[in-house]
């Protein structure tokens, strides 16, 4: 691992990069639905854009790769990453003509270049990480580069919730003008980290895979019932993320403001910040002793991180926190019963959601409002375990089955608008019982649906 840490250290960066950019969508939302007089459904239509797009690049991956083969294996990794990157720059230039000329649908234009881009950064990275150093413990550095990718989405809210909502916002009398400063800075740290990583010296892998002609990944059970758990885990993230601001609003949870909401947001993707990190050593090679001194050591520094990042914002105290220490304890008691099995683990960290969820329907104030923020705590295995269970026994087909679940994450697109259409008819609080239907799948996946067909119970 030590010859390829300076390629894992800059990759992880992209994790933090895309991380940050995606969670902006959450501030977005309730903004552009302000400025254009939306719907609940119509200001999800962002996400349905913004994801739509991993469908669609996942779907043209598929189709070369199956045609002509593997896209990755003959530009390399970092030409990848650098074409990934440069998409996703055009994607948040964009911006700018979208909010001078006020078009609601241009704004969906941009955020969908934008995935585009994002899908071809996931395509490139994912595995790229995987094969920095060994196989044994490559599902552990997914899982830590992925926890900055949640780092990114902790801090997001926060300076996003600021600059759009607040900073530019009240710079401006009218308009949806307050997200071009943002977007144009986002642009230049995007080309300057594609010229960064066009510099750097990065390893470099030849995949002799041979690739056949066909979709024969999709004879697998564990790839097609995987598919659909990427699908529903992703939609239901985000649904969940999408539709907090809003939800905090209501007098019945916490009546607050948007720019005061938006913070508490940080708690949300701070929690899968610290499950992340706590499952990268969880599937560490470390003894027993270390790793739940480190899990331990690691859920308290990360805390912090989050609270701290919420404290310089709101000033909120530590005593009114304190309730988010319970979910933390929960997770270390997950893992605990998970032992280390991805299927184990998936389901245990599916049904808690559940419970949550039905809590936070059931019940308004601080509860109703900690026990949703609570579920991102359990969200930060998935991605990794899911991915995991779905490409295992693979063999040739293995790149061909990452595109498919790469095109799954179109669940981003499609269930926050069916959460959004289900608070316009159903309300806000009632509507999360469309996330509760996709973490039950989640849950039987993790307990019998990832069994290959090959394999015996």
């Known amino acids: 691992m030590n010859k390829y840490r300076s390629g894992f250290v800059v990759v992880t960066a992209l994790f933090f990069m ?16 302000g400025v254009f007089e939306l719907s609940y459904f119509e200001a999800m239509l962002v996400q349905g854009a913004f994801f739509g797009a991993y469908f669609v690049g996942g779907l ?6 199956v045609n002509y083969g593997d896209p990755i294996n003959k530009i390399g ?21 979208a909010a001078q000329f006020e078009m609601y649908g241009f704004f969906l234009s941009a955020l969908f270049v934008l995935g585009l881009g994002f899908a071809m950064l996931q395509i490139a990275a994912n595995p790229y990480v995987a094969i920095l150093g060994s196989s044994d413990t490559a599902s552990s550095r997914l899982n830590l580069s992925q926890g900055f990718n949640s780092f990114g989405t902790t801090i997001g809210p926060i300076l996003g919730g600021f600059f759009i909502l607040e900073y530019f916002g009240g710079l401006e009398a009218t308009g949806a003008s307050s997200v071009i400063l943002p977007y144009l800075f986002l642009t230049v740290l995007l080309l300057l980290l594609a010229l960064f990583i066009w ?24 790839l097609r019932l995987g598919a659909i758990a990427i699908f529903v885990y992703v939609g239901a993230e985000v649904a969940i993320g999408s539709i907090l601001i809003s939800y905090f609003g209501l007098p019945e949870i916490a009546g607050l403001s948007e720019a005061d909401a938006s913070p508490l947001i940080a708690f949300y993707w701070g929690g899968a910040m610290i499950g992340r990190f706590l499952g990268s050593i969880a599937l560490s090679k470390a003894s027993e002793k ?21 404290y310089l914002k709101t000033g909120i105290g530590f005593g009114e926190v304190t309730a988010f220490l319970v979910f933390v304890g929960l997770n270390l008691l997950a893992f605990r019963f998970g032992r280390s099995l991805p299927g184990r683990s998936l389901m245990i960290f599916a049904i808690v959601p559940i419970i949550l969820l039905v809590t936070t329907m059931l019940t308004s104030g601080a509860v109703a409002m900690w026990t949703v923020l609570g ?15 779905a490409i295992h026994q693979l063999k040739e087909n293995t790149s ?40 039950v799948y989640l849950a039987y996946y993790g307990w019998k649906g990832h069994i290959p067909s090959s394999v015996t119970e």
């Not at 470099?204 to 059970?221: D, W």
């Open 77 to 97: 990794y970092k030409n990848g990453i650098i074409l990934g990157l440069g998409i996703s720059a055009l994607g948040t230039a964009l911006f700018f003509p």
């Open 290 to 310: 270390k790793k739940w001194l480190g899990m331990i050591g690691m859920a308290i520094g990360a805390f912090l991180v989050v609270y701290g990042s919420v």
């Open 18 to 33: 895309w991380g940050f950019i995606t969670v902006l969508n959450d501030i977005l939302i309730p903004y552009l639905k």
């Open 199 to 222: 510099r750097a010296k990065l390893p470099v892998f030849t995949n002799k895979e041979v690739i056949q002609k066909g979709a024969g990944a999709m004879k697998y059970r564990q």
């Open 60 to 65: 043209l991956y598929f189709i070369i790769s």
């Open 375 to 389: 579920i991102g705590i359990f969200n930060s295995i998935m991605w990794s375990n899911i991915f995991t269970l």
């Open 400 to 439: 061909q089955g990452s595109s498919v679940l790469i095109m799954s994450i179109v669940g981003g697109a499609i269930i926050p608008p069916l959460q959004g259409a289900a608070a316009d008819i159903i309300g806000v609080q009632l509507s999360f019982v469309v996330p509760i239907i996709c973490y």
